[in-house]
């Protein structure tokens, strides 16, 4: 099945810093890719739809000058939490559609764990 | 997106078939129904989809009514590496649309020796 990856997978910055997190269609197209945010025990919620090569649809109540989204190519996507916080210490998970095999699975990746300091 | 409904949690033994219903009232007509499993740290894992009828795949079966308003997910035999969040979602995953899943709650299955 098709495979979708994130770098890095654990994050610990200070609070203030930039983090950039990459999420890699690995062997099919992504158009379309979604990133998501999930706190512990709770489910994940959906932060912004990524187009490429047009600007993230942001889901409301989520900052697009905080959380910053690049779709450049058909199989990257990049979320960049800027001047982070203690509070955007969460799980992120990426996750893309491969349509053009005309299936409709959408795929995760593994999440990237950002602890704040 | 339909608003799905399903128990917060479940409890098993090893061996024994595990049922997991799920409502959808509002289902629309270009949506499908689709099952995810979720273990601590890690991102979602694809399950199962249909549409209707019923669907069966090497990990599970999926039983959908004609009305399309509920679904069940069925693990046979189920082990301890099956303990997880099991999400329902529904939406349309037709090609023109790249519409994200959006989560509810999830059923955390445990599965106890």
């Known amino acids: 099945g098709a495979v979708v990856s994130q770098h890095p997978s654990r994050v610990i910055c200070k609070s203030g810093t930039s983090v950039k997190i990459e999420c890699r269609s690995l062997?099919?197209?992504?158009?379309?890719m979604f990133w998501y945010r999930q706190f512990p025990k709770q489910s994940l919620m959906l932060m912004a739809t990524?187009?490429?090569?047009?600007?993230?649809?942001?889901e409301q109540g989520v900052e697009k000058d905080k959380f910053l989204i690049n779709h450049a190519s058909l199989t990257l996507s990049t979320l960049t939490v800027t001047s982070a916080h203690p509070e955007d210490s969460s799980f992120y998970i990426c996750?893309?559609?491969?349509?053009?095999?005309?299936?409709?699975?959408?795929?995760f990746g593994p999440g990237t764990r950002l602890t704040v300091t | 997106l339909a608003k799905t409904t399903q128990p917060i949690s479940m409890d098993s033994y090893e061996g024994q078939e595990v049922n997991i219903t799920c409502s959808h009232n509002?289902?629309?007509?270009?949506?499908?129904i689709t099952w995810y499993q979720q273990f601590p740290s890690q991102g979602p894992r694809f399950i199962i989809q249909?549409?209707?009828t019923k669907v069966t795949n090497e990990v599970a079966s999926l039983f959908i009514p004609a009305d399309r308003k509920s679904s069940t997910l069925s693990l046979p035999r189920v082990s301890l590496s099956d303990t997880a969040v099991y999400y329902c979602?529904?939406?349309?995953?037709?090609?023109?649309?790249?519409?994200?899943?959006?989560f509810g709650k999830g059923t955390t299955l445990s599965v106890s020796s």
């Open positions: 996750s893309a559609r491969d349509r053009t095999s005309g299936g409709y699975e959408q795929y």
């Open positions: 062997d099919f197209q992504a158009t379309t």
């Open positions: 509002n289902i629309a007509t270009n949506d499908y």
């Open positions: 979602l529904v939406g349309d995953m037709s090609d023109q649309a790249g519409t994200a899943l959006i």
């Open positions: 990524s187009n490429e090569g047009s600007k993230a649809t942001y």
């Open positions: 249909g549409y209707k």
